[in-house]
């Protein structure tokens, strides 16, 4: 993580980190940990969660069901967290398909824990309250430029439960004189991905020889390091911000997905005979749109993510290959 000093205001500050061990969640843990947090990492079943160590992170692992809005505000009663940061989500793997339990998990979760902020807040902390991870596909079916003031058409279960819980925070902080934010993710890629998505599809292709199928390549997505989308959760942690302020935390970039493609496979020595463009159909839900504003992430922060993709790769492989040994 570059530039560390600004994050020495988290050192043995007490951090709720929700979605602790999904793939962003994991990141964000560890960048904390290396700031000498108190961290509380909350997960859906503490038995399957992973091994924090192996991404050096240190905290106390809680299980907590999040669907269970008794159960979540007792937890923040107990801990009284300086701020929380919330990267919990239900609909990303395509087997989460129940409407109840996304809006409970994307929308309805964000309201308790606002209500449970209210009497429990650090008034000490200069910070914000809250980091809300939202998503691209609150925008939807738009496109030109995806400024966070532009008007949202989400077409998937995913994109409208995220969007009403970005509204729900939005909503609670004015109502309770809380800081909040929400930063809208667009592509986020690197090491502890999940199996299925395109860069851990290319490692496997590597490993096996087998051919890749994939789409003609032709859309156009930002790309970030995960290591970067961690490091701008915590710049925006510190952030002075509007209450239930929305920030795009991406690299303003687009790149073509056959580009990141060809990219990967010249690094990880892929054969292109083994690279299948075309074969399997775009999604539906892919969108079409201008290279992503930024311009409220810079100003908030003073920053913008700088990782290259060539080197966001190389650096998955590298750990990769740390955790192997």
Not at 52 to 63: H, I, R, S
Not at 102 to 118: G, S, W
Not at 236 to 257: F, K
Request: glycine share 8%.
């Amino acid at each position: 993580m570059s530039d560390e000093h600004p994050f020495s205001r988290y050192r043995d500050c007490r951090i709720v980190v929700l979605g602790a061990s999904g793939f962003l969640g994991r990141w964000v843990a560890r960048a904390l940990s290396w700031c000498g947090a108190e961290l509380y990492l909350v997960v859906r079943r503490a038995k399957a969660a992973p091994n924090f160590e192996c991404y050096d992170v240190k905290g106390q692992v809680v299980e907590v069901n999040l669907a269970d809005s008794a159960a979540v505000r007792r937890f923040f009663r107990r801990v009284q967290p300086t701020i929380t940061f919330n990267l919990a989500g239900y609909g990303v793997d395509p087997a989460e398909r129940d409407d109840q339990t996304a809006f409970q998990i994307n929308t309805h979760l964000l309201q308790t824990i606002c209500h449970a902020l209210v009497d429990i807040r650090d008034w000490a902390w200069c910070g914000l309250d809250i980091v809300h991870v939202g998503s691209a596909l609150e925008y939807g079916a738009i496109g030109g430029n995806l400024a966070e003031d532009s008007r949202p058409n989400p077409t998937t279960l995913y994109g409208r439960s995220k969007l009403a819980g970005t509204l729900a925070l939005a909503s609670s902080c004015r109502a309770y004189g809380l800081r909040g934010i929400t930063a809208r993710l667009f592509t986020v890629y690197g090491p502890g991905e999940h199996a299925g998505r395109l860069l851990p599809s290319l490692l496997a292709a590597a490993q096996t020889g087998q051919p890749l199928a994939l789409t003609a390549g032709t859309q156009q997505r930002d790309f970030i390091y995960v290591e970067d989308a961690a490091e701008g959760l915590l710049r925006l942690g510190l952030a002075r911000s509007r209450p239930g302020e929305i920030v795009n935390l991406a690299t303003g970039q687009l790149t073509p997905v056959r580009r990141f493609v060809e990219s990967a496979a010249e690094i990880l020595q892929l054969p292109a005979d083994r690279l299948e463009f075309g074969t399997i159909p775009l999604r539906v839900e892919e969108m079409e749109h201008d290279p992503v504003t930024i311009a409220r992430l810079r100003r908030l922060v003073g920053w913008a993510p700088p990782t290259p993709i060539t080197a966001g790769i190389r650096r998955t492989v590298e750990f990769g290959v740390r955790l192997a040994a």
